[in-house]
T-cell receptor
Framework: QKEVEQDPGPLSVPEGAIVSLNCTYS??????FMWYRQYSRKGPELLMY????GNKEDGRFTAQVDKSSKYISLFIRDSQPSDSATYLC????????????FGTGTQLKVEL | GAVVSQHPSRVICKSGTSVKIECRSL??????MFWYRQFPKKSLMLMAT?????????EQGVEKDKFLINHASLTLSTLTVTSAHPEDSSFYIC??????????FGSGTRLTVV
């Protein structure tokens, strides 16, 4: 079993839709959770990070963590074509230089 | 914000030759850098962790003699793929830790070995 599971998609939604992206994990030692966006042939860019259960909101993005279920989500409201990318969840046991474990990434396409 | 500059963005080399990929932290000092490899439609797989001034720590299954990592200064880490073969063709990405939790990534290098 992989440490981090993520549906690879592809996921296709119409512009303006609410997108839900999810990851599950098996290592209960993970304490820090991140979401990255990766455009084709580019490096990932950090969207959100959190280290506690609950919700964290930043503009159109909401990150949700449920440590008891080992489940994290990223919600994108009012999705735009520019949101079309691959979204990767990532986790680490500690911050400050600890290595990240990534999900496989979900490919999202937002259509006009 | 913290930026990691990675070069080259694309490289094509002949089988048997060596290729060097550079990552530079432009406006901060990167004590620790990570090197990842990414296959098409696959996740990032950590290859090694490099700390400035010391030997890199390689993940299980990664050949240290094939993927040479040097982190001689706080702003530069290099990955050299030695005696490259077609199966080494991949997307290589570096990242550096920033502050307590942040990680910033380079833009990646597409290596094609022919």
């Amino acid at each position: 079993q992989k440490e981090v599971e993520q549906d690879p998609g592809p996921l296709s939604v119409p512009e303006g839709a609410i997108v839900s992206l999810n990851c599950t994990y098996s290592n209960s030692a993970f304490q820090y959770f991140m979401w990255y966006r990766q455009y084709s042939r580019k490096g990932p860019e950090l969207l959100m990070y959190t280290y506690s259960s609950g919700n964290k909101e930043d503009g159109r993005f909401t990150a949700q963590v449920d440590k008891s279920s080992k489940y994290i989500s990223l919600f994108i409201r009012d999705s735009q074509p520019s949101d079309s990318a691959t979204y990767l969840c990532a986790m680490s046991v500690t911050g400050g230089g600890n290595k990240l474990t990534f999900g496989t990434g979900t490919q999202l396409k937002v259509e006009l | 914000g913290a930026v990691v500059s990675q070069h080259p963005s694309r490289v094509i080399c002949k089988s048997g030759t060596s290729v060097k990929i550079e990552c530079r932290s432009l406006d901060f000092q990167a004590t620790t850098m990570f090197w990842y490899r990414q296959f098409p439609k696959k996740s990032l797989m950590l290859m090694a962790t490099s700390n400035e001034g010391s030997k890199a720590t390689y993940e299980q299954g990664v050949e240290k003699d094939k993927f040479l990592i040097n982190h001689a200064s706080l702003t530069l880490s290099t990955l050299t793929v030695t005696s490259a073969h077609p199966e080494d063709s991949s997307f290589y990405i570096c990242s550096a830790t920033v502050g307590d939790i942040g990680y910033t990534f380079g833009s990646g290098t597409r290596l094609t070995v022919v």
